[in-house]
């Protein structure tokens, strides 16, 4: 499974962006070296609250000139003419592709609709928009996280008017009548979170590759900078070698001795099978 980190900047009151973005590049720069795959942004020009990222096309190359290893991904590009013209968009990529040495990431469909050299493996993609936020306990990340819904709450309201502007939208009526209240629903339940110790994260990440999910993008934003930076290394050291590199992990020896003990009764016959064998061996 992939695992994209997903910052727009969100920019408390009383911060300036200037110092909001020097936090989301640090925090890139960690993700890079605690093995998230990815890093994506969306481009948002009105959305107050929320998110700060108005050019990413700009945000990128910069990132990617500190980095070597970890992919990036438009995870929205606005194309209204009089902010995008579609062929600007595809000059600007093209040339972060090649200025990060290929780490940028390109749509499944138009991938496949063109000839390219690399391999197209086309993923399914799972968006966990309302946070993830890993913590020692799952008790301190729930309390420290609780502030995501206000984020979701300003997102997730905009849902049923948008679905009634226009057809494209027509889906997003049915989220609504939402208790933003429910901790236990919002964590445990609504897919929206991924909440808590690196062992309960585990646990909801499980869920979505059950499913057949083979890359999440996680929103890590909205927190102040210090649960953020500890959030992505919990996650990184933790959990993502739980499903990149699971041979590698150190385990506790009682769970070792739990997989060894119900392999014992076949490893058993098979030696009782080998000795009489070379017993029937050595008589001839």
């Given at each position: 499974?992939?695992?994209?980190?997903?910052?727009?900047?969100?920019?408390?009151?009383?911060?300036?962006?200037?110092?909001?973005?020097?936090?989301?590049?640090?925090?890139?720069?960690?993700?890079?070296?605690?093995?998230?795959?990815?890093f994506g942004s969306s481009e948002q020009h009105v959305a107050l609250g929320t998110a700060s990222v108005s050019a990413p096309e700009v945000l990128y190359p910069y990132l990617m000139a500190l980095t070597s290893r970890i992919r990036f991904i438009h995870l929205v590009t606005l194309l209204p003419t009089r902010m995008n013209h579609a062929l600007r968009?595809?000059?600007?990529?093209?040339?972060?592709?090649?200025?990060?040495n290929g780490r940028v990431e390109l749509y499944d469909k138009t991938l496949a609709a063109t000839h390219h050299p690399h391999p197209i493996t086309p993923r399914k993609m799972v968006a966990i928009a309302g946070g993830m936020h890993c913590a020692e306990t799952t008790a301190q990340a729930r309390t420290e996280a609780k502030p995501l819904f206000e984020m979701a709450k300003l997102s997730t309201d905009a849902y049923e008017r948008l679905s009634k502007l226009s057809k494209d939208c027509a889906y997003m009526g049915a989220v609504k009548d939402i208790d933003f209240n429910d901790e236990e629903y919002m964590f445990e339940h609504s897919q929206g979170f991924i909440v808590g110790d690196p062992d309960h994260c585990i646990q909801h990440v499980q869920r979505y590759a059950d499913?057949?999910?083979?890359?999440?993008?996680?929103?890590?934003?909205?927190?102040?900078?210090?649960?953020?930076?500890?959030?992505?290394?919990?996650?990184?050291?933790?959990?993502?070698?739980?499903?990149?590199?699971?041979?590698?992990?150190?385990?506790?020896a009682d769970d070792v001795l739990a997989d060894i003990r119900p392999a014992r009764p076949a490893h058993e016959e098979a030696l009782r099978q080998y000795h009489a064998n070379h017993t029937k061996e050595t008589a001839r």
């Open positions: 499974m992939d695992f994209i980190l997903m910052t727009e900047g969100d920019t408390p009151v009383g911060l300036t962006h200037e110092h909001r973005y020097r936090e989301l590049i640090e925090e890139v720069l960690l993700a890079e070296r605690v093995g998230f795959d990815a968009v595809a000059e600007r990529v093209a040339t972060e592709d090649i200025l990060s499913m057949g999910a083979d890359a999440l993008v996680l929103r890590v934003d909205s927190l102040p900078h210090h649960q953020l930076l500890r959030s992505i290394e919990l996650f990184g050291k933790y959990v993502i070698p739980h499903f990149k590199n699971p041979r590698n992990i150190v385990r506790p």
